[in-house]
């Protein structure tokens, strides 16, 4: 039945929220406690995996691998750690290959949120063996994909729909990187920029809360201090440096480009061997224990390093083993498809190249050009300028250089979309064949009403009509030619004297009946009684949704009376969308300025026609 317009807009609103959301709050709540402890393990697992290879030890506490006295031994131990992680993709999980963040997109584009249970141990594992053996990658990453994937499981426990699964999955991804970096602000922020691919209360509260949980569960069990530290702005900002920063991003942007391409280089290049996939992660193991002897920093996770740079105590040898044996190496292994986390190493090489630019750009404070540069890269490697700038932030708890960090982050963005379709974190899925955007806008048919697209001028039989009114309605159409069969209408309502639907024909139950032998029977009969309905404040979403179930691609207009008011087809709801392509596309001029300072309305008139035009065009011609 059709709703009346007070029940109707009752219905209708700003958000899609119901109380299903309080359930999702609480079970996010219970993610991101599992996610803060997922973190810990897997920070304590890479500690005693960093003391058993470099070290021979068992212990829990962090170590740098580049402190190690194994000398050229120790150039073989990522190759061990290779072997050991191929294993386990080969034998227990292909998915733990990677830094796993495309994998997780996947997860929530194509395979409804759900996330094999044997990842949740696997990936962990897996990741702490190839950083603890001296890998170039970050922890955040696999703690990402470990927390998404116990939020999964959860969601697969439960009675949920995909959609309440990709939200449980999002808060433990949300909660294992709010744990790690103790960043709970740019975790949320990460989720929205990429992984909901929505903007909805019910996603986003609940995600917020795993967040937040898991970031102060993390500081009960490993401390509330920075994860890096460096000097605070106490200072205001220069004005230069704003243009300083701008030209820091655009530099930024580039770098980005060269790294997203050089990662998928060596991809190909390891699709050419003649070899296994499960054999790559020990090759790449030899390149990484080489450049580890060229510059030892450049293993493991390198928050050594970072504090290093952000503190402002680096050298050009830092500098240069960062742009040059780290970029190498990571690039490499992660083309091997080793399983390790992209956002340390972007930051690290984000970091080297502030430090380069803060050679020339204008002095700020010590380490201040290192950290912009790190949200920069960022920024542009991922495609989220918000999460980037925020993260540096949260990550030295240094507000004051929100200002260029945000002016170099939004441009570092501004460069790589406008240079390339993919980001890392895209293109392996394109590889695929899956395709991704990541644009997001309001629905023009969540925003438009039946009332503003529907057919008015609709031809119409009365409720006592017989099947030979039909038969002289079809010799009168024959007559005038074929373009009288061109006309839009293919629902035939029959109305009694109020205006109200008795019957509805499609134009084929019409010729039907119009053949039969006793044509003095009564048309309605030929009809439907019953027929689905809509009512003027229904939004096109709603009726696109109807169609979309019940496969009819027209339906009759009722109004709060019950009185039939006019058709809607699909042809309007495609008419709607080609409205938002004109807004869009259809570029006038609205004001014109005359000496001095005098007015014109004629972009004003341009912009009317256009919708004129439309509006004509969907009217089409009048009733037969």
């Known amino acids: 039945m059709s709703k009346t317009p007070h029940r109707q807009a009752e219905t209708l609103g700003d958000y899609s929220a119901d109380s299903r959301m309080l359930l999702l709050i609480g079970l996010a709540a219970l993610v991101g406690a599992v996610g803060a402890g997922l973190a810990w393990v897997l920070l304590k697992l890479i500690f005693i995996m960093t003391n058993l290879f470099y070290f021979h030890r068992f212990a829990t506490y962090f170590v740098d691998p580049g402190t190690n006295t194994l000398g050229w031994k120790a150039v073989f131990v990522p190759v061990v750690g290779g072997l050991i992680v191929g294993g386990i993709a080969r034998f227990g999980s292909a998915k733990i290959r990677g830094h796993g963040m495309p994998e997780a997109i996947e997860a929530i584009l194509t395979g409804g949120a759900k996330v094999a249970p044997r990842l949740t141990v696997l990936k962990p594992v897996a990741s702490a063996i190839a950083i603890g053996s001296g890998g170039p990658f970050g922890a955040e990453g696999p703690i990402i994909v470990t927390g998404g994937a116990a939020g999964s499981l959860l969601g697969q426990l439960l009675h949920m729909s995909d959609a309440e699964r990709t939200v449980l999955l999002v808060s433990g991804a949300a909660a294992g990187m709010s744990a790690t970096f103790i960043a709970p602000l740019s975790a949320i922020l990460l989720a929205v920029e990429l992984l909901l691919f929505e903007w909805r209360p019910r996603s986003l509260i609940p995600v917020a809360v795993a967040s937040v949980t898991a970031a102060a569960l993390r500081r009960l069990l490993l401390g509330s201090a920075p994860i890096f530290t460096m000097p605070l702005m106490t200072s205001s900002i220069r004005e230069v440096v704003i243009p300083s920063a701008l030209l820091l991003g655009l530099i930024a942007g580039l770098v980005a480009l060269v790294l997203s391409k050089s990662i998928y280089f060596f991809e190909d290049l390891f699709e050419r061997l003649p070899i296994h996939w499960a054999w790559w992660p020990a090759i790449s193991g030899l390149v990484i224990g080489l450049g580890g002897l060229v510059y030892p920093p450049v293993l493991g996770v390198g928050y050594t390093v970072i504090q290093r740079l952000i503190s402002g105590e680096f050298t050009w040898q830092i500098i240069l083993g960062v742009l040059i044996v780290k970029t190498l190496i990571w690039s490499f292994s992660l083309g091997s498809g080793t399983s390790g986390g992209i956002l340390a190493p972007l930051i690290m090489i984000g970091g080297g190249m502030g430090a380069v630019m803060g050679h020339v750009l204008p002095a700020i404070a010590p380490g201040a050009w290192p950290l912009i540069g790190m949200a920069a890269v960022l920024a542009g490697a991922i495609g989220a300028p918000l999460t980037a700038s925020v993260m540096a932030v949260e990550l ?132 439907t009684l019953s027929p689905m309905k809509v009512a003027p404040t229904d939004t096109l979403r709603r009726v696109a949704a109807m169609m979309a179930e019940s496969k009819l691609t027209r339906f009759p207009v009722l109004n709060a009376e019950g009185k039939f008011v006019g058709i809607i087809t699909i042809d309007d709801l495609l008419l709607a969308r080609s409205k938002e392509t004109l807004r869009e596309s259809n570029r006038t001029r609205v004001l014109r300025l005359r000496w001095p300072f005098g007015g014109s309305r004629e972009g004003v008139v341009g912009i009317v026609e256009g919708v004129e035009a439309l509006d004509a065009e969907r009217e089409g011609p009048s009733g037969a």
């Open 396 to 527: 030295t708890h240094n507000n004051g250089l929100i200002l260029p960090l945000l002016m170099a982050s939004v441009m570092s963005y501004a460069v790589t979309v406008l240079l390339q379709k993919r980001s890392i974190l895209t293109e392996r899925l394109s590889r695929r064949g899956l395709h991704l955007f990541r644009e997001y806008g309001v629905d023009p048919l969540e925003t438009m009403m039946v009332s503003q697209v529907m057919h008015t001028s609709v031809f119409a039989l009365p409720a006592d009509a017989t099947r030979q009114d039909a038969a002289n309605w079809f010799k009168k159409m024959g007559e005038r030619g074929p373009e009288a069969w061109s006309h839009w209408q293919r629902l035939f309502p029959l109305l009694d004297r109020d205006g109200k639907l008795v019957s509805l024909l499609t134009r084929t139950q019409m010729m039907i009946a119009a053949k039969q032998t006793d044509l003095s029977q009564p048309l309605a009969t030929d009809g």
